[in-house]
T-cell receptor, first 114, second 114 residues
Framework: EAGVAQSPRYKIIEKRQSVAFWCNPI?????LYWYQQILGQGPKLLIQ????????DSQLPKDRFSAERLKGVDSTLKIQPAKLEDSAVYLC????????????FGSGTQLSVL | KNQVEQSPQSLIILEGKNCTLQ??????????LRWYKQDTGRGPVSLTI?????NTKSNGRYTATLDADTKQSSLHITASQLSDSASYIC?????????????FGTGTRLQVFP
């Protein structure tokens, strides 16, 4: 089966610019996650969707980060304006539901903010 | 506070040698524990998933153990190969109010040299 697709693969921007990431989960997966992984650290959950509803966005910096999952399929994560500390890999993951053990990650988008 | 701690932070071994990575957790309620392998520049890939009742589970040269009493898990890699060079992340799943949360460790970075 096709995996979780993310784009772009890499992005370099200057601070205060805006950036958007896109994720297409595995077909049929109701749950979608966005994670931020800073170099040398484990992934940190930014937002979790169940279909097109938000389950958990408690760690999403809502003053600059936003995410949506229209129609409950693909999703976009936006940063506006970006800061230097936003430099990280942004991972998308999807699952039918966690008890299925079928949680798959995309390859991520590596963001560098200069 | 739900936490997952891994040790060592980094490890260097010679090709063909065995190694063991440790994971201690304080997560409640416990649903299951997973080990992921993350190659540089890629998303995490699941190696094993262990439920409360499982003590040992193998996946090729990878063997995971779980002691639910002491809240410890280990990942043993046998006859290491150069391709085992990666970060290994321990993830504990906690479930409450029909919502699953993934608690990530910071990972162990393994380097295998010829």
């Amino acid at each position: 089966e096709a995996g979780v697709a993310q784009s772009p693969r890499y992005k370099i921007i200057e601070k205060r610019q805006s950036v958007a990431f896109w994720c297409n989960p595995i077909s049929g997966h109701a749950t979608l996650y966005w994670y931020q992984q800073i170099l040398g650290q484990g992934p940190k959950l930014l937002i979790q969707f169940q279909n097109n509803g938000v389950v958990d966005d408690s760690q999403l910096p809502k003053d600059r980060f936003s995410a949506e999952r229209l129609k409950g399929v693909d999703s976009t994560l936006k940063i506006q304006p970006a800061k230097l500390e936003d430099s990280a890999v942004y991972l998308c993951a999807s699952s039918p539901r966690l008890s299925d053990e079928k949680l798959f990650f995309g390859s991520g988008t590596q963001l560098s903010v200069l | 506070k739900n936490q997952v701690e891994q040790s060592p932070q980094s490890l260097i071994i010679l090709e063909g040698k065995n190694c063991t990575l440790q994971c201690n957790y304080t997560v409640s309620p416990f649903s299951n524990l997973r080990w992921y392998k993350q190659d540089t520049g890629r998303g995490p890939v699941s190696l094993t998933i262990m439920t409360f009742s499982e003590n040992t589970k193998s996946n090729g040269r990878y063997t995971a153990t779980l002691d639910a009493d002491t809240k410890q898990s280990s990942l043993h890699i046998t006859a290491s190969q150069l391709s085992d060079s990666a970060s290994y992340i321990c993830v504990v799943i906690t479930s409450s109010y029909n919502t699953d949360k993934l608690i990530f460790g910071t990972g162990t970075r393994l380097q295998v040299f010829p």
